[in-house]
Each structure stands twice: as C-alpha cells, then as structure tokens.
C-alpha cells in the first residue's frame, strides 16, 4: 500500500487561498440572487402599462353592447304598438261590419261619430229613435216610480187597514141610506108614522153623535133614493082609496 505523502507549506497555502476564493464567490452569488429577487418583486407589485388599455377597451365593449340592447328595445317596442295598433284597426272593421247592414249600400254622407263610422249604417237613425223612445219610456217609468215610493211614504197606516176603513165607512154609509129610503117610502105609505117617528128621532141622535165621523150620501145615492120616492108616489096614486086607507 503506498503511503501518503506529506504536504509541502507552499501547497498548504494554496489549497487554503483556493477555498477562501471557493467561499467568496458563493457568498457574491448569493447577494445577487436576492438582488435579483426584490426586483423581480417590484416589477410584480408595479401597475403594468396595459392596464389602462384594457378597461378602456371594456369600457368601449360595454357602452356598444348598451346601445345594441336600447336599439333592440326601441325595435321591439315598435313593434308591439305596431301590433296594437293593427288589432285595434281590427276589432273596428270587425265592429263596422257587424253593424252594416249587408247587400245594402248607404246614399249620401251620413253623420258619424268622432273616429269612428257606425253610423254609416243603413238602419241607425231607426235603432237612434227606438233608443230615444226607450230612454223616455225608462224616464217615465222612474218618475212614476218616484211618485208611488212617495204616495206610499205618505200614507200613516198600512195600505190594508186604510182599505178596511174605507169599506167599514161605505158599509155604514149604505146603512144609513137604507133607513132614509125605508123611512121615506113609509112616510109616502102612511104607514107606522108614529114609530117611524120614534125611529126618526133615534136615527137623529145616532146622527149627532156621529157628527164627526159620518159624511154625506153622494149624489147618485140621493138621487136614486129621490126617484124610488117619486116611483112610489105614482104607484100609490094609481091605487083605489080603500086599499091606500
């Protein structure tokens, strides 16, 4: 086995210079990797110069893409009253047709109402007149109306009681008609004179007391009972003395 020999001091010293040289280029390297590092950093944390490029580009994206939409919008609303406009033209001629009388051609100009022209019609002016009647016809009727609801208002009772008064007052009043007719037709007789006197007197008082509440026989009645009277003078005169006796 070969031994080593040794070192001379000379070549010591060199390989002693070699590492010191070794150890300070690693640290030089070392500095400028870390100077290269903070300005790869502040190249990173500075704003790049394409920015201001690309918003306002966007920005320029945005306000045409805006004006597209407002232009699509401003079309589409077009369209729709276009499309309103087109349904009411035919809902009127659907209406005008309906009311025009077929196989029948209108003379002359005709009054119309405003924007519209039913009135072309060949039968308006008598559906006008049936409709001018009918108005009147319900005008009447509310007046009438309005004077029954009044009449009835008015009235203190009830319609059947004021009814059954007035038939309890006829009823009465035929009564005393009766007596006066009997009480007249035995006077012309000459019979019973001295009770009739009696039922006259009576009858007189009934009468006072019921001086309120009795009103007058009407005419007709006075005048029936009047032509009994005489139909009974004549019969009477017409008899022989012994059976009038």
């Given at each position: ?48 110069k ?24 401003d ?15 035919e809902?009127?001629?659907?209406i ?42 319900v ?7 309005k ?16 009814w ?32 009739e ?17 009795e ?31």
């Amino acid at each position: 086995m070969a031994r080593r020999r040794p070192l001379s001091p000379a070549h010591g010293g060199l390989s002693m210079r070699r590492g010191d040289a070794r150890h300070q280029d690693h640290g030089e390297a070392s500095e400028s990797t870390e100077g290269q590092q903070m300005l790869a950093v502040g190249s990173l944390l500075r704003r790049p110069k394409s920015d201001d490029k690309e918003v306002q580009q966007f920005r320029t994206e945005v306000a045409a893409e805006r004006e597209r939409i407002k232009a699509q919008l401003d079309l589409r609303v077009c369209q729709a009253e276009e499309e309103e406009q087109s349904r009411r033209n035919e809902i009127a001629s659907a209406i005008r047709n309906a009311l025009q009388t077929p196989n029948r051609r209108v003379q002359g100009r005709v009054p119309t109402f405003p924007t519209t022209t039913i009135a072309e019609n060949a039968v308006y002016i008598p559906i006008a007149n049936v409709l001018a009647t009918t108005d009147d016809l319900v005008t009447q009727y509310e007046s009438l109306d309005k004077l029954i609801t009044g009449m009835r208002d008015d009235q203190a009772g009830p319609l059947a009681e004021t009814w059954h008064q007035e038939l309890e007052e006829t009823e009465r009043q035929l009564r005393m008609g009766a007596r006066v007719a009997l009480r007249n037709v035995k006077k012309v007789l000459g019979a019973d004179f001295d009770n009739e006197n009696v039922a006259a007197k009576d009858d007189a008082e009934e009468m006072v007391e019921n001086e309120e509440d009795e009103k007058e026989l009407n005419y007709e009645l006075q005048n029936g009972l009047r032509y009994a009277e005489r139909g009974v003078k004549r019969m009477v005169k017409g008899l022989p003395m012994e059976e009038c006796s």
